[in-house]
Structures are given as C-alpha cells and as structure tokens.
C-alpha cells in the first residue's frame, strides 16, 4: 500500500511566464517553474471580483514522497474569457506579475 503525501495544495512561484498566441485567435499563458520534490501544477482563475485585473493563482500540490529533487514543470491556461479591463495578474507564493488585456 502507498503511503500518502500529507502535503497540502499550496501557491508556488514561477521562473518565467509568458503570453503566446493561441489557435483559436485568443492568448494562452503559459508559466515554467521549479518545485523541490515532484509537483502537480494547475493555473486557477480567481473570481472576477469587477477588479481591473482578472487573478490567476499558481497551484501546487506534492505527488510522491521522497528526497527532494528539483522537478521542472509547466502550467498553462488559455485566457481568451479571463482577462479584466487592465488584463489579467499572475500570483505566486511571494510574487505577482501583471499581464496587459489581449
């Protein structure tokens, strides 16, 4: 039987994040990173809130237990229905970064 991850979901920073075309005419934000042990990563849109930037969180959850081992990752989300008027606000665990409205 396999133990567990007692390790709960949890913001995480990222090392670079970047809009790129997507096929249906809109954008997609696609975000890289590095997690200390072997991570799934999801973007989650916030709320709208009628804020003039729409919040997209980086989301994290352990998948094993083990050593701790650098384990890349990519997370993206296709932004065509989240943007607010000023576009959109990456959040991370200790940073923020505003995308402009496409």
Request: proline share 5%.
């Given at each position: 039987m396999a133990k567990q991850s007692t390790m709960k979901e949890q913001r995480l920073d990222w090392v670079t994040a970047e809009?790129?075309?997507?096929?249906?005419?809109?954008?997609?934000?696609?975000?890289?990173?590095i997690a200390p042990v072997p991570t799934k990563v999801r973007l989650e849109s916030l709320p709208d809130t009628g804020e003039a930037r729409r919040g997209i969180e980086v989301i994290g959850h352990p998948t094993g237990i083990g050593e701790q081992v650098a384990t890349p990752w990519v997370a993206e989300i296709?932004?065509?229905h989240l943007n607010g008027p000023?576009?959109?606000e990456l959040i991370g665990l200790s940073e923020r970064r505003a995308f402009p409205a496409r």
């Open positions: 809009l790129h075309p997507a096929f249906d005419g809109g954008f997609k934000l696609v975000v890289e990173g296709a932004t065509r000023d576009g959109l």
